[in-house]
């Protein structure tokens, strides 16, 4: 197993046949196509019909459903890979949007020109990201009232206890963070590092996980309030997401599938949405 800066993983995932492999995982799979639905509904729902909305860590498949009826509207699609942003032009979605290579910590746009900044798919999670960094430049492109869609993992999960209890057998469950990582992670009163794996590749990547109470303080900090919140993996988290990504047991992934319909419904409640594994948050920018 090789482990490798985020950069250089997903410049190699996309300048070969692998990237098509690790879509179509992405998107068949119970746990990765769920929590992609989410992402998208809660997105399109707080876009603008008109104005500038700008994707950081867009990847190969930036939302450019968000576009549709929406002729006023334009996206900008901003990733630190040259190779993830040239697939997106040679998927002829280089004409809806406008790309921009760079990472999520400087962004080369103008002050107060954005009206929405979208930073999900475990963007903030990335070892490569400075979260507060990362926030200061959402903040800044945005306009006084411009809303941000941000996502990120959870530290107190169902997740998160799979992961335990696999360091501590040995990872056969097929996680790869240590059981010195994992002891480490629950003695913090915060977030943390975690080791993962990705689908399709044998490429690992240290991403971080945050509790509730670290993202709404950096939010707080940075100028934004939250407005709502919604949860995956829920009930969802009861399988491993690792072996939904994984599995070919017809089974376990129907019943997957069925725990993630009843998380859109639990995803929303008070309280118990707090439980999932992934978050997404709409956070607006303070008016001066």
Same mark, same amino acid.
């Given at each position: 197993m090789k482990e490798s800066s985020t950069r250089e993983v997903y410049e190699r995932i996309s300048e070969s046949a692998t990237w098509v492999e690790q879509d179509k995982i992405y998107r068949e799979n119970p746990y990765d196509s769920s929590l992609y639905e989410l992402e998208l509904g809660v997105v399109c729902e707080a876009a603008p019909h008109n104005g500038v909305i700008v994707e950081l860590g867009s990847g190969w498949d930036p939302f450019v459903e968000l576009l549709d009826g929406k002729d006023d509207a334009k996206l900008v699609a901003t990733d630190f890979s040259y190779n993830s942003l040239r697939i997106v032009r040679n998927n002829g979605n280089g004409e809806r949007v406008s790309l921009v290579c760079s990472d999520a910590n400087n962004v080369p746009i103008r002050d107060l020109s954005a009206d929405m900044v979208i930073a999900v798919g475990e963007l903030i999670c990335h070892d490569s990201v400075d979260p507060s960094r990362m926030l200061m430049e959402a903040h800044r492109i945005l306009?006084?009232?411009?809303?941000?869609?941000?996502?990120?993992?959870?530290?107190?999960?169902?997740?998160?206890?799979?992961?335990?209890?696999?360091? &501590? #057998?040995?990872?056969?469950?097929?996680?790869?963070?240590?059981?010195?990582?994992?002891?480490? &992670?629950v003695k913090s009163p915060d977030g943390g590092l975690i080791r993962w794996r990705l689908p399709a590749t044998r490429e690992i990547l240290n991403m971080r996980v945050f509790t509730h109470k670290e993202i709404r303080s950096l939010l707080r900090r940075v100028g934004f309030r939250i407005l709502s919140q919604r949860s995956a993996l829920l009930l969802a988290g009861? #399988?491993?997401?690792?072996?939904? %990504?994984?599995?070919?047991?017809?089974?376990?992934?129907?019943?997957?599938? &069925?725990?993630?319909?009843?998380?859109?419904?639990?995803?929303?409640?008070?309280?118990?949405?707090?439980?999932?594994?992934?978050?997404?948050?709409?956070? %607006?920018?303070?008016?001066?």
């Amino acid at each position: 197993m090789k482990e490798s800066s985020t950069r250089e993983v997903y410049e190699r995932i996309s300048e070969s046949a692998t990237w098509v492999e690790q879509d179509k995982i992405y998107r068949e799979n119970p746990y990765d196509s769920s929590l992609y639905e989410l992402e998208l509904g809660v997105v399109c729902e707080a876009a603008p019909h008109n104005g500038v909305i700008v994707e950081l860590g867009s990847g190969w498949d930036p939302f450019v459903e968000l576009l549709d009826g929406k002729d006023d509207a334009k996206l900008v699609a901003t990733d630190f890979s040259y190779n993830s942003l040239r697939i997106v032009r040679n998927n002829g979605n280089g004409e809806r949007v406008s790309l921009v290579c760079s990472d999520a910590n400087n962004v080369p746009i103008r002050d107060l020109s954005a009206d929405m900044v979208i930073a999900v798919g475990e963007l903030i999670c990335h070892d490569s990201v400075d979260p507060s960094r990362m926030l200061m430049e959402a903040h800044r492109i945005l306009k006084p009232g411009g809303l941000l869609v941000l996502g990120y993992d959870v530290k107190w999960s169902l997740e998160t206890m799979w992961m335990l209890v696999d360091s &501590l #057998i040995g990872n056969r469950i097929g996680y790869v963070t240590t059981s010195e990582q994992m002891l480490k &992670l629950v003695k913090s009163p915060d977030g943390g590092l975690i080791r993962w794996r990705l689908p399709a590749t044998r490429e690992i990547l240290n991403m971080r996980v945050f509790t509730h109470k670290e993202i709404r303080s950096l939010l707080r900090r940075v100028g934004f309030r939250i407005l709502s919140q919604r949860s995956a993996l829920l009930l969802a988290g009861l #399988i491993p997401t690792v072996v939904q %990504q994984n599995t070919r047991n017809r089974i376990v992934l129907s019943t997957a599938r &069925l725990l993630s319909m009843l998380d859109k419904l639990l995803g929303r409640m008070p309280g118990i949405k707090l439980l999932g594994g992934n978050t997404l948050v709409v956070a %607006q920018k303070e008016q001066p």
